[in-house]
């Protein structure tokens, strides 16, 4: 352990020891602060190079000859591991190494450290890294050893010349092919990767030293803190920044860059374009800027940007969007100016524009059919009533008396007449609906009194059934606020449904429930019901659920949607309950008719 405890720290070791503390804290920072191609590899190369730099430490160090060169060969695995790890960083920063080699440079990493490891610790047997001419030597008061260099020493910095001149050979490539913009940063990566190889030719063929030492590890270490400076300082080599620069010079739509004080300072190559021979200059106002320079200084202004409008400029339409560049810097003033990106919409707008055409023409056309429906059943309404005043007169013997045969066939024509009205009437009403033609006329109508006359109406269709109609509920004795014949429609087509599609014999009952601002009508027919998640068909327009029953029962499909419609724009509403085999009941919820407060009676003073 005396290689450990007895050193003497003079100017040589402490400048070491220096350094190797500045390089830590700088490792440190760049593995935490920077993100970039080659990392891993270029945080190997770091750590090599610290033990190999503390070894030289310990030995600067160290008074005897034997601490002496056991540190120098304790340095070997950092010799041997720093200038493969640096080779590999090259490659992966410059030519993004396959990962389908890595298990070679994993088995590189930690074969050849190894290897030159178990060597250096046979030396003293085998002698082929430092041979028997290895002496400690004194000069000017300052002690440092001479080595006599071994035959394995050059077999083993021959192959690692090849690992660096490989990296040399990439980065000249590099950089001869890449863009100007980064030549820079690549010419700084060839002088750090060629200041220690050439300090250690130096130092193997020509025997020149720091401190009596090999100058290699103290270059290798000034070369990558000047390199991570640049790292800390510059954005060359971190991929997020290298990313968001990419994204601003290759991005399609214009970006403009200006400062707090309204100056115009950068642009893309895409608004370059855009602008072209009437592009700013470099500190001129932006309000020059045309079509959007205006827009931009009231809003540097006020803080509030007016122009919601897309902006049109040759030939194309922009959406503009401003976002606040931010000062990494807290000061009072923490803004450094904004970026103003024209998305261009030109497309999405065009898109819109026959998007809306088509929407007016749609419009416009089933403005025209409607009018057309309404027009055609105005016209169908006039022949229709003939026909059927003429059927009744036939069947009531105003032309005499009819034999059998012929009255079954006015039975049916006279049928037939009141469905096409019915039908008619139900188009006139759709119509009126979607034309929004149709006006509700609200006053308060006693509910018992209209319930009595709707049931009255529908017990001769119902009795012509075989169906029975009934009120099993008792008197509401309050008013409902509504459209009289609008809920006689509504009502009158629930009950006529409940009767169709109940059997002969069967029944129909209707109920009344108050609650606070609603009355609830409750049809209940004994038909087959209705399957569950069918609300679309049944309220649907020219929709019947698909049943044996709806197909023999007939209908055009628009009495429940009318009637749903109608009841909503009254304020109430309609649904229904229906197991299949039990019936089906519909609810109609109609609103009361608000209640007069009650007059409180006067009371005379003093009393």
């Known amino acids: 352990m005396p290689c450990l405890t007895?050193?003497?720290?003079?100017?040589?070791?402490?400048?070491a020891a220096a350094l190797w503390a500045v390089c830590a804290l700088i490792l440190a920072s760049v593995m935490r602060n920077n993100r970039f191609a080659g990392q891993p590899a270029f945080v190997l190369t770091f750590l090599a190079m610290l033990w190999w730099l503390f070894t030289v430490?310990?030995?600067?160090?160290?008074?005897g000859e034997s601490c002496k060169v056991g540190w120098s060969l304790a340095a070997w695995p950092g010799i041997t591991l720093l200038p493969i790890a640096w080779t590999f960083f090259v490659f992966d920063y410059t030519m993004n190494a396959s990962r389908r080699r890595r298990p070679i440079r994993l088995l590189l990493y930690i074969g050849l450290p190894s290897l030159v490891s178990l060597i250096a610790l046979t030396n003293s047997q085998t002698h082929l890294l430092y041979g028997t001419g290895t002496r400690l030597v004194t000069e000017d008061g300052r002690s440092f050893v001479y080595f006599d260099h071994g035959p394995l020493f050059f077999t083993v910095a021959a192959g690692l010349y090849i690992f660096v001149c490989s990296a040399l050979g990439v980065l000249v490539y590099a950089l001869i092919m890449a863009k100007r913009i980064i030549r820079p940063f690549l010419s700084?990566?060839?002088?750090?990767t060629s200041a220690p190889l050439a300090g250690n030719l130096a130092y193997v063929l020509g025997e020149v030293t720091v401190f009596g030492f090999?100058?290699?590890?103290?270059l290798f270490a000034v070369s990558l803190i000047a390199l991570s400076w640049l790292l800390l300082n510059n954005t060359m080599m971190d991929t997020a920044a290298q990313g968001r620069n990419l994204l601003f010079y290759v991005i399609q739509d214009p970006v403009i860059i200006i400062d707090a004080a309204g100056r115009f300072a950068s642009a893309n190559p895409a608004a370059r374009a855009l602008f072209n021979k009437k592009m700013l200059k470099h500190g001129e106002s932006i309000e020059r800027l045309e079509r959007i320079g205006p827009f931009l200084q009231s809003f540097i202004e006020t803080g509030v940007f007016d122009s919601t409008d897309p902006i049109r400029l040759r030939g194309r339409i922009f959406e503009p969007r401003i976002r606040p560049i931010d000062s990494p810097i807290q000061t009072k003033t923490s803004l450094l100016g904004w970026s103003v990106s024209l998305v261009d919409i030109t497309e999405r707008e065009h898109a819109a524009e026959a998007l809306r055409e088509a929407l007016a023409h749609a419009k416009a056309a089933n403005h025209a059919k409607s009018q057309f429906l309404a027009m055609i059943s105005h016209e169908l309404r006039t022949p229709l009533t003939s026909i059927k005043g003429g059927l009744d007169l036939a069947l009531h013997g105003a032309t005499g008396e009819l034999n059998e045969p012929l009255r079954n066939l006015l039975t049916i024509a006279q049928r037939n007449s009141l469905r096409l009205m019915k039908l008619v009437d139900d188009v006139l009403d759709l119509q009126k609906l979607d034309l929004s033609t149709i006006t509700l006329e609200l006053r308060d109508l006693d509910a018992d009194a209209f319930l009595h006359d709707v049931i009255e109406e529908y017990?001769?269709?119902a009795t012509e059934a075989d169906v029975r109609l009934v009120m099993v509920?008792?008197?509401?004795?309050?008013q409902v606020r509504v459209d009289p014949d609008r809920l006689k429609q509504v009502v009158g087509n629930v009950i006529s449904n409940a009767v169709k599609f109940s059997p002969e014999g069967g029944r129909v009952e209707c109920s009344t429930?108050?609650?606070?601002?609603?009355?609830?009508?409750s049809i209940r027919d004994s038909g087959i019901g209705i399957p569950e998640n069918k609300e679309d068909q049944v309220f649907g327009r020219f929709h019947q659920v698909e049943s044996s029953a709806a197909k023999a029962s007939g209908g055009s499909g628009l009495g429940m949607h009318i009637a749903k419609i109608l009841i909503e724009r009254m304020g109430g509403a309609i649904c229904y309950e229906s197991r299949l085999g039990h019936g089906t009941t519909f609810h109609i919820d109609i609103p009361f008719a608000p209640q007069a407060a009650p007059e409180v009676a006067a009371v005379p003073a003093g009393a």
């Open 459 to 461: 017990e001769a269709y």
């Open 188 to 192: 700084v990566l060839i002088v750090v």
């Open 214 to 218: 090999d100058p290699t590890p103290f």
């Open 513 to 521: 429930r108050r609650g606070e601002t609603m009355l609830r009508v």
């Open 473 to 478: 509920s008792e008197p509401v004795n309050r």
């Open 57 to 63: 430490t310990m030995d600067l160090a160290s008074p």
């Open 6 to 15: 007895n050193l003497e720290f003079s100017l040589a070791p402490a400048t």
